[in-house]
């Protein structure tokens, strides 16, 4: 869930909420996230958006739960893309698949090592490299918005607090429109 604060026409201020979820891999928990779909939408959240594993391990998932969202809500999902293990024609089939199905939202992110914790992250040899260039193929391919991941405490993979601050300034230069973070405990950072 990400949140931001914005005045309204009245000078109060509105929360801007989003919701994360996954795409169910049983009946059961499709059924659960259809319940939770129809309980959260009342709050009507800035978006949702629907994550995508790692090495696209749930992309049929996230494709067929976003498909759904656009056909059946009157929610705006977001759905999450990465570019590990990917080659860039593969990448490319899966922005035109969310195209086709009417998503005008990506959270485009580089995405983690398909070894998981302690992998060391490489590029496919044909994929994008990164979030910036990922983000740049999406702009390239879709007239989509794009939120991006930006990190207050520094990324893991990160030689620097100032190389996130770069790769950041990367991802808004490639036509990124919003920049989400995950949770974090120190809000100095996040203000810097």
């Known amino acids: 869930m990400s949140s931001a604060f914005r005045p309204s026409r009245h000078g109060a201020r509105r929360i801007r909420v989003s919701f994360e979820f996954f795409p169910p891999k049983t009946p059961e928990m499709e059924a659960t996230l259809w319940a939770s779909v129809e309980r959260l939408a009342p709050l009507s959240p800035n978006f949702v958006s629907v994550t995508y594993g790692a090495g696209g391990s749930t992309r049929e998932r996230t494709h067929n739960t976003v498909a759904r969202i656009v056909r059946e809500t009157s929610l705006r999902p ?24 009417g998503v005008r939202h990506i959270v485009a992110l580089r995405g983690d090592p ?54 950041l300034a990367a991802k808004v230069d490639a036509g990124a429109s919003r920049a989400i973070t995950q949770f974090l405990f120190e809000n100095d950072l996040y203000f810097r």
Do not use: F, Q
Not at 92 to 98: A, D, F, K, L, R
């Open 78 to 101: 977001a759905a999450h893309l990465t570019c590990v293990a990917a080659s860039r024609p593969e990448v490319n089939e899966v922005i035109e698949s969310y195209w086709d199905a």
């Open 114 to 167: 398909v070894g998981g914790v302690g992998e060391k992250y490489a590029p496919h040899p044909d994929g994008y490299r990164n979030g910036a260039d990922l983000v740049g193929g999406i702009k390239r391919i879709a007239d989509v918005e794009v939120s991006v991941s930006a990190y207050p405490e520094k990324h893991p993979d990160s030689t620097s607090v100032g190389a996130d601050i770069d790769m």
